[in-house]
Structures are given as structure tokens and as C-alpha cells.
């Protein structure tokens, strides 16, 4: 059963740094073709993909946001984290992550998003 | 960058009718799209993938279609249950969203 939770800061200043840490089981990221994705969604706004990482440490991330992102993973203990840098109003959200697969069945596929997790908001104000 | 314009922005619809969503793609995406429902209050949930297959557990009158760059979602028969906000999304090139149809019953 593949489970994804994240948790953050709830509320933070602008100009901070916001650290996200997505907690999943049933899969790990140091298995060949599994990875995760960061997703956010402001209250009542549409979906925006942030960034993915993959079992061998391959990053992709968003090219409007690229220079505030930075993920990365601790396989040991099962988890993704995602930060940003420099964080103003506009990056209130709620922040998801989902699970993210690359397999072959004849050619090369992406699975993209079969399980996500409940989501965290976060809230950027002075 | 592929952008994704999704049509329409919201719609409502009785129970039983045919309701098709659209997404037109600013350039080629093959079947590199897949279409997730968002009820209130909740996470995504992904319907369908690789444009044409429905995703395990999706009722069977959820369907994915393409005609050249347009890519539909088709529910054959309205549910009360299918109420939602539906978002397509790319990956061909980085990950795009749909701007999402909200789904209404009347």
C-alpha cells in the first residue's frame, strides 16, 4: 500500500526559506524507476507542478521557479524534501507531493501521480 | 513552454447527461496526458493516463480521447459523485496543468 504524507512549517515571513518533507511507504526512491513530485495549489486555484526527483538522484524542476527549488531525498528513512527560497505571499498553498514511476512495458513509460498525499498548507505572511 | 488550454472553465450537467472536457495542447504532446479529478477538500485523483487509459478503480463511463492536439474527457453518464474540479496535464516537456473545469450537476 503506497501512502505519502508531507508536513511543513504551517506559516512562515516572507523572504524565509520553505522546507517541505514528503514521509511515504510502500515504494522507495532507491528503487530502479520510482520517484516523487512536489505540486502546490493556492486556495482555489488551479495545480502547479514544482519539481521531481527519481531513484538515481535525477531532479527536474519547474523552469518559472528553477533558481528558488532545490529537492532531495534521504532514501534511508523514506522521504522527499523540497525547498524554496526567498518566499512571498504568491507561494501560499497547499503543498502536495506524489509518487512518480518509470517503467517499461514494450518501451518506456511515465507514470505520473497514481498516489498522493493529503497535502500541507502553507501560509507565507508577515 | 506547452501550455495547456482547458475548455470549458465550468460547466453544469443533469445526471445521465454525455459531458466531454477538452484540452488543447500548444504543441505536440503524443499521449503524454493524463486528466485528474479534485473533489473539495481533497488530493487529486488520477483518471486517466497516456491520454486514452482509464486508471485502476475509475468507473468505466470515464473515458480519455485525442483528435490531433485537442485531448478529451468524456464521463458517458453523469453521477452525483462526479462533482468535481477535472485538471489535464502534459509531460512531454517538464509538467504542465490544465486551468481545470469545475464540474457542476444541476
Known sequence: QVTLKESGPGILQPSQTLSLTCTFSGFSLSTYGMGVGWIRQPSGKGLEWLANIWWDDDKYYNPSLKNRLTISKDTSNNQAFLKITNVDTADTATYYCARALYYYDGTYYYDWFAYWGQGTLVTVSS | ?106
Request: hydrophobic letters at 30%.
Open chain 2, 1 to 106: 513552454d506547452i501550455q495547456m488550454t482547458q475548455s470549458p472553465s465550468s460547466m453544469s450537467a443533469s445526471l445521465g447527461d454525455r459531458v466531454t472536457i477538452t484540452c488543447r495542447a500548444s504543441q505536440d504532446i503524443g499521449n503524454y496526458l493524463s486528466w485528474f479529478q479534485q473533489k473539495p477538500g481533497k488530493s487529486p485523483r488520477r483518471m486517466i493516463y497516456g491520454a486514452t487509459n482509464l486508471a485502476a478503480g475509475v468507473p468505466s463511463r470515464f473515458s480519455g480521447s485525442r483528435s490531433g492536439s485537442d485531448y478529451s474527457l468524456t464521463i458517458s453518464s453523469l453521477e452525483s459523485e462526479d462533482m468535481a474540479i477535472y485538471y489535464c496535464l502534459q509531460s512531454i516537456q517538464y509538467l504542465t496543468f490544465g486551468s481545470g473545469t469545475k464540474l457542476e450537476i444541476k
